[in-house]
Structure formats: structure tokens, C-alpha cells
């Protein structure tokens, strides 16, 4: 892939399928994904997963993360506390896209999302301490870090670290005029 020159973040379609089945798959970058342990991924299993995604549609909201055209991606908002006005943040990219900048584009459009259209008052998120390309985009998006569960995942062979980072609304507030 070459530079991009337009990241935005949109609804699925139908094109998007392989691309996502391929991201969702990927045993290499299984545990920067999720907790669950590391297995391999029917097509079919990816499709239920979807289908059951999709019939629960309050419970996240979910973008593709789209170059010039492309489906490179997902991010989400999750785990919504309504009382409080919080959600997670949660994305993965295909090896092409990262080191690009494009997640920090992205989690920069989806912070904006999520407060100016969802009203959220903070957006957090976590990762695996090794995972220092996306803890530095977080970071460039405004992310703190706020703490970090020690020895908290099992990631290829031996306990890591989940570091925990959060943005309030009123930094990002801040960063906007300064911008």
C-alpha cells in the first residue's frame, strides 16, 4: 500500500468480508485482540460471529476503517456505561496498514465520534504492553496512561502486562483549540 491519502471510518458492506474474515483470523496478532485463547478461525465461525453481532446493535458501535476505498480495518466503541458516559475503544488493522499512521487517524476520528455525536465524557482502552506501535498511536491520539494490569495476559509463551489508558472529553476539548 502506498501513503494514504484518505482514511475515514464507515458502515460494513458486503465487499468487506474477506478482508475482515483475514484481519479476524490472524494468529498472529490474536492476542492484541482480545482475551480469548488463540484458535483457528472457520469462515463459518466468523460469519456466525457477524450475524450475531449485527442482531445485537446497541451493545457497540462498529466503523470498517476505510484507505481510499479500502476496508483495512475495525474499530469500535463497546461496553458502554450510559450512567457514567463512558466506552471502550477497540481496533485492528491488516499488517499493510500499520506503521502508517492510519490508526491514529482513525482512533482520532472515532474519539471525535464519540463525543461530539455519541456524548461520551471518556473513551478507554487497553492493550498488551508489546504492543508499542498501537500505545504510541493511542498516545498521539491523546490517550494518558492511567495504569496497568500486571501480568494480566498470556501472550505467546509468557505473561505481559495490559496497559490501561483513557481520554476525557475535556482533554480532547483542550487539544482541539491548541490544534
Not at 463497546?78 to 491514529?104: N, V, Y
Request: one cysteine or more; aromatic letters at 8%; hydrophobic letters at 45%.
Amino acid at each position: 500500500m502506498s501513503e494514504p491519502s484518505t482514511v475515514t471510518l464507515r458502515s460494513r458492506t458486503d465487499d468487506d468480508h474477506d478482508v475482515l474474515f483475514q484481519l479476524a483470523a490472524d494468529l498472529d496478532t490474536w492476542e492484541e485482540r482480545g482475551p480469548d485463547s488463540p484458535a483457528p478461525l472457520t469462515r463459518e465461525a466468523y460469519d456466525a460471529r457477524v450475524a450475531a453481532a449485527a442482531s445485537d446493535s446497541g451493545a457497540a458501535v462498529r466503523f470498517v476503517v476505510d484507505v481510499d476505498g479500502r476496508a483495512v480495518g475495525s474499530i469500535s466503541l463497546f461496553g458502554f456505561d450510559q450512567l457514567a458516559r463512558h466506552a471502550e475503544i477497540g481496533i485492528a488493522l491488516i499488517a499493510e496498514a500499520r506503521g502508517r499512521g492510519i490508526g491514529t487517524i482513525a482512533i482520532t476520528q472515532l474519539v471525535e465520534f464519540a463525543f461530539v455525536r455519541c456524548n461520551l465524557r471518556r473513551v478507554h482502552l487497553q492493550a498488551i504492553e508489546s504492543n508499542v506501535g498501537a500505545i504510541r498511536a493511542y498516545q498521539k491520539a491523546g490517550f494518558e496512561l492511567e495504569g496497568r494490569q500486571r501480568e494480566h495476559a498470556w501472550v505467546r509463551g509468557h505473561y505481559e502486562d495490559i496497559v490501561l489508558m483513557g481520554l476525557l472529553r475535556s482533554e480532547w476539548s483542550a487539544r482541539q483549540v491548541t490544534a
